[in-house]
């Protein structure tokens, strides 16, 4: 890789075994909780990634002291003592708006600057905002500040709207602390909802109705440090499986809790790879070309992840007929069909709609990730494509991809390098 490009060189096949590595998405939320436990945590299976960087710049920031061993992450939370977040890192990225829920949860008070949109979307925090000032809480934003304080944190029945994953971890992390019951009616299923409800029960939270669209928190006193293996990545996972269908080849992924991937096997089953899987392991085996998928929707879990829908755009524009995805969960997500078009796609897309022929030879071009997801699904593309690829922008995937190199060598992928 030469500063922010990727080189690969096609067609390949993915072929090997991968330890998959930890889930960017469990991970962030569980690194907000420790700030509502006074104590030394310990975190395994920590993925190494811009966004996990950027969250411990602002834990750093708020008084904590952060050590990593390898891939475990040692936090004292016991000199918290700062309630506004700073700017830089805040300002990079979204997924810190989670720190909102915690930092009131603990401090009762709370400034962060506001968090922008992002190149798949508004990103709005209104389900934020509302559930929060449900338990007590009052916002006023100052310039690019949103201040937040709360004198009385209580219990509060909270509907959402939408199973909204941010807003369902916020309010959790402030009502784990709050005076009372709070019931979440609507929440999200996500398997990083219960990871995240699974860390805090360790932190000594009581919750139950994780895994439902019903969360009920009976708010304690205190709460304390805890250990926690972080699970793997089911994006990544889902990401790679694609790539080795493109590829005709085939990947062993381990690590991977199968009931993360929720309706994916029998997805990649019907696009005629061999699935073979385990609590824990996912093996699927590709030997011809892709079966199209006439109608498919991106929906909260347990159905099609929104992240995986760019890897599967990718996978299909290969498949052996045309195939209809349907967007509904953000409005910016198909930026990466004009760079796939670079490379031999026929597809047509409209906001929420992608329209895909199949049947296209890919070969290699010079392709620009705008962002994360759709960034991995072309080096996915590029893995399938007759020649060179460059794929620019690196810089996105490496917000969510430890080291995809390795990760690539593993899968007996040969990078090429200038
Ligand atoms: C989380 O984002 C993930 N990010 C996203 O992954 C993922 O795509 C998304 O959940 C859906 O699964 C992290 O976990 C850090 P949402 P989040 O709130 O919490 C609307 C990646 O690449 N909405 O469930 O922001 C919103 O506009 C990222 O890893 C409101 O209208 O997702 C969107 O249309 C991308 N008001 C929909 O809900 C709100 O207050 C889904 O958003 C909040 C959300």
């Not at 395994?44 to 966004?51: L, T």
């Not at 979440?184 to 805090?200: N, T």
């Not at 007929?321 to 031999?344: D, N, P, Y």
Request: hydrophobic content about 45%; aromatic content about 6%.
């Amino acid at each position: 890789m030469d500063g922010n490009k990727l080189y690969i060189r096609g067609p390949q096949r993915i072929q090997g075994e991968l330890l998959v590595q930890g889930s960017k998405n469990a991970a962030l939320p569980i690194l907000a909780a420790t700030l509502l436990g006074k104590g030394i945590f310990i975190l395994h299976h920590c993925p190494q990634i811009s966004d996990v960087e950027h969250m411990l710049e602002l834990l750093i920031d708020a008084g904590c002291k952060v050590h990593w061993e390898g891939h475990m992450l040692i936090i004292d939370t016991r000199t918290l003592q700062n309630y506004r977040v700073s700017g830089n890192g805040a300002g990079k990225m979204r997924s810190t708006v989670t720190l909102l829920g915690s930092i009131l949860g603990r401090m009762h008070k709370v400034e962060i600057p506001y968090p922008g949109g992002c190149t798949i979307g508004e990103r709005p925090i209104n389900l934020h905002l509302k559930g929060l000032e449900q338990l007590g809480a009052v916002f006023e934003y100052q310039e690019h500040t949103l201040c937040g304080t709360v004198d009385f944190l209580h219990g509060a029945q909270i509907y959402l709207d939408f199973p909204s994953v941010g807003a369902t971890e916020n309010i959790l992390l402030a009502a784990v602390l709050a005076e009372g019951i709070t019931t979440i009616h609507g929440a999200a299923m996500e398997p990083e909802i219960v990871e995240l409800v699974c860390f805090l029960r360790k932190m000594g939270a009581h919750i139950s109705g994780e895994g439902t669209p019903v969360l009920l928190v009976e708010g304690v006193k205190k709460l304390h440090a805890a250990e926690y293996i972080i699970p793997s990545d089911r994006i990544v996972a889902g990401t790679y499986l694609f790539g080795a269908l493109m590829t005709r080849g085939e990947a062993r992924l381990l690590h991977v809790p199968l009931a993360h991937l929720g309706t994916l096997p029998e997805l990649l089953e019907r696009m005629g790879a061999v699935v073979e899987a385990e609590d824990d392991w996912i093996y699927v085996k590709m030997e011809r070309q892709c079966s199209p998928i006439p109608y498919l929707v991106t929906a909260p879990f347990p159905g099609f992840p929104t992240d995986l829908q760019s890897a599967l755009l990718a996978a299909l524009s290969t498949a052996s007929g045309t195939s209809f995805i349907e967007e509904k969960i953000f409005e910016e997500r198909f930026q990466i069909v004009a760079e796939l078009q670079k490379m031999g796609a026929s597809i047509a897309n409209g906001d929420s709609f992608a329209l895909i022929d199949g049947d296209a030879k890919l070969h290699g071009a010079t392709v620009e990730a705008k962002e994360l997801r759709g960034g991995a699904a072309l080096i996915m593309a590029a893995l399938a494509a007759e020649g060179e690829t460059c794929i620019q922008g690196m810089e996105y995937v490496q917000r969510g991809y430890e080291d995809i190199n390795k990760d690539l060598l593993s899968l007996g992928i040969v990078i090429y390098c200038t």
